[in-house]
Structure formats: C-alpha cells, structure tokens
C-alpha cells in the first residue's frame, strides 16, 4: 500500500487551494501517515475539509483521531483553514443519547473513500484512514484526473451543502 500513500501524498503536496477528504473511519496510525502533508499543505494556504462520521460523537474513535490532529493544527496556527463535518443522519426518534459510535445505527452515513485535491485529481477507493486500510488490507482504489472528476467534485459539493452535513468545531 505503500503506493496508495505516496500517491496521495504526491497529490496533497501538488494541491494549491483545496483538499477534501471523504472517510468514514479514522485510526491514529493510519491518518498519521498524511498529517505532515497535510500540516505543510495547511501552511501553504490549502484548505482541508474532512468529512467523516461520528464527530459529534466525543467518544468516538473519529473524534479522538481528529482531535489529535486538530491540536497539531492549532499549534501551526491555520485552524481557520480546516472545516471537520459530521455526515451523519439520525432518526428523530433516535435519542441524542443514542447517536453515538457503538449505540443505535444511523439512518444514513458516509461510507464513500475520496479524496479530491483542487477539483483537479480524485482518488476514488476503498481504503479507509486507518492503519488497516493503508497497510494491513489488499485495497483497490483510483486516481482519476481531468473531466472524470467532475462527478465527485459534484458529490463532495452536493454532501456539503446537504442537511445532513453537519460542521463541527472540535
């Protein structure tokens, strides 16, 4: 997998304006893989958007993972350059209590692996931000370029102006 990451790593450095990265499972061990790239991304003037569930979720392993990085963040001084959205959609009748990692299921969440670097490139597969999807697992994935990433720069628009994108300050 080793190719996966410095794929994406090639992509982050080469971005001039915006990364979004789609995931619904974050583990310190596997996004500590991109931090660096994405700090200096950061201190460039890209902005990073990450969309994930569970964030409102401060017991959640997304949260805790997150977290971290954002504390990393805050030290660079380019907070304001991260956005962090809870994709998550509950039933009303789901108690807030209840909408937590390992409580009820969610009506509807996230599941998509994407990450788009200045509508420009997409990587578009099945590995998730955790050690397993970057170095345990067989993963598949693509990076597509050009008017092929059209629809994703569409999904990732669509996600983020939908109700159940939820921005979350952590």
């Not at 995931?23 to 991109?34: A, D, K, N, V, Y």
Request: proline share 2%; hydrophobic share 40%.
């Amino acid at each position: 997998m080793d190719g996966l990451l410095s794929t994406l790593a090639s992509q982050i450095k080469r971005c001039d304006n915006e990364i979004v990265l789609l995931s619904p499972f974050f583990e310190g061990g596997g996004f500590g893989r991109l931090i660096d790239v994405l700090l200096d991304a950061l201190e460039r003037g890209v902005e990073l958007t990450i969309v994930t569930r569970y964030l409102s979720d401060t017991d959640s392993y997304n949260y805790h993972v997150i977290q971290s990085f954002m504390e990393r963040v805050a030290e660079q001084g380019v907070t304001s350059r991260v956005s962090l959205v809870d994709y998550t959609i509950w039933d009303d009748s789901t108690p807030i209590e209840e909408r937590t990692q390992d409580g009820e299921h969610p009506r509807f969440t996230l599941h998509a692996k994407v990450m788009l670097f200045d509508s420009q490139a997409a990587y578009v597969g099945s590995a998730n931000v955790t050690d397993y999807g970057f170095n345990r697992y067989l993963e598949l994935g693509v990076l597509l370029e050009g008017a092929k990433v059209e629809p994703f720069r569409k999904l990732c628009t669509f996600l983020l102006d939908s109700a159940g994108a939820v921005h979350v300050d952590i």
